[in-house]
């Protein structure tokens, strides 16, 4: 049974840090794009950055140079440094991992977890 779980999210000031977790049980995480995604209330789902197998990196237009993803291969973990946080990065955040197995979409979701940056 594939699952993916976060963790760290939580009540930060601006300018503050968090670290998000994403542990993967019942599935290798270094086998996958992993991604993190985040949504506001009323807003459309965004990228905030992407990882391939491969190690190549992607980051999304509003958190390049403040959100740094890594994998932890060992811990079967993929973590999301957050500094310089403002109010705007409030949102919901998503782990998720896919790839194309014999042309079949493999695609998992997170349950999510809550980044709130108020002052």
């Known amino acids: 049974q594939v699952q993916l779980v976060e963790s760290g999210g939580g009540l930060v000031q601006p300018g503050g840090s968090l670290t998000l977790s994403c542990v993967g049980s019942?599935?290798?995480?270094?086998?996958?794009?992993m991604s993190w995604y985040r949504q506001a209330p009323g807003k459309q789902r965004e990228l905030v950055a992407g990882i391939t197998e491969s190690g190549t990196i992607q980051y999304g237009d509003s958190v390049k140079g403040r959100f740094t993803v890594t994998r932890e291969n060992a811990k079967n973990t993929v973590s999301l440094q957050m500094n310089n946080l403002k109010l705007e990065d409030t949102a919901a955040y998503y782990c998720n991992a896919a790839k194309t197995v014999f042309g079949l979409n493999v695609d998992y979701w997170g349950q999510g977890t809550q980044v709130t940056v108020s002052s």
């Open positions: 019942g599935i290798k995480l270094s086998s996958y794009v």
